[in-house]
């Protein structure tokens, strides 16, 4: 069982920059592939990002490509997404999620674990 938990959100204005972090349970976080989703008010769940175990092999959504950075810390057993150039279509409640596999992708259902979320509030 792994549990993960997110915190970093906020409240950050256009052309702003946060820092989310996902810190996991378990000694086996190290084998495993992580994602950050979002979901905006009635929207549905969204890929963001995502990290091979090693942090070897990373993959963004278009939407925010060039603009947001996910990495990871494997001794710290946590996972990063720095957020840049932050605009309002950004604000959602971000989550982190673990995948029993040494890569993942976009979709949701390839991930076992999943934190609570953190709101980031982009204003205009």
């Known amino acids: 069982q792994v549990q993960v938990v997110e915190s970093g959100g906020g409240l950050v204005q256009a052309g702003g920059s946060l820092r989310l972090s996902c810190a996991a349970s378990g000694r086996t976080f190290s084998s495993y592939a992580m994602g950050w989703f979002r979901q905006a008010p009635g929207k549905e769940r969204e890929f963001v990002a995502a990290?091979?175990?090693?942090?070897?092999?990373?993959y963004y959504a278009d939407s925010v490509k060039g603009r947001f950075s996910i990495s990871r810390d494997n001794a710290r057993n946590t996972v990063y997404l720095r957020m840049n150039s932050l605009k309002p279509e950004d604000t959602a409640v971000y989550y982190c999620a673990a995948a029993r596999s040494s890569y993942s992708g976009s979709y949701p259902n390839e991930y076992d674990y999943w934190g609570q979320g953190t709101q980031v509030t982009v204003s205009s």
């Open positions: 990290i091979s175990w090693s942090g070897g092999s990373t």
